[in-house]
């Protein structure tokens, strides 16, 4: 919980407003709970939230480190599994025993994916759930 506090604190009342808008539903209670409390201790409302989101969304600046979405720069960089290996990628995962690893970039603020080099998200990694077999490796 003290976790989510300091994330909270963390944030202007521009990124507070992104983050109820596009992410709030997937927290938990308790959390969604520390949320309502933010915006009534900075003496927001939902109503200012969604203006602050209205407004901004029409003038989004272009930076390759901030997010398309919110403009935000708490960005997060996962490494993962890479999903879809090629044969010659699978086979040296296979002899070296490790699985090649690839990047995605997330928004922290509004949960928006800037960038995923497995596919999943965008319609690239659609197409290939439905019609390419997932590589073991
Ligand atoms: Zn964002």
Sequence with gaps: MKRTQNFLNSLSNHELAF???????????????????????????????ENI?????????????????????KLQIIQENKKYTSRLEGLDAYISNKNPKVDRIECLVCGHVLQDDNHETDWWGWLKKRFIKKSKY
Excluded at 19 to 42: A, C, F, G, V
Excluded at 54 to 68: A, G, I, R, W
């Design 19 to 49: 983050l109820y808008r596009y992410k709030y539903l997937s927290y938990l209670p308790n959390s969604r709970k520390l949320i309502d409390h933010e915006i009534t201790q900075r003496n927001l409302s939902v109503f200012i939230l």
């Design 53 to 73: 989101v209205n407004s901004y969304e029409s003038n989004v600046p272009y930076s390759n480190h901030q997010c398309f979405r919110c403009g935000s720069l």
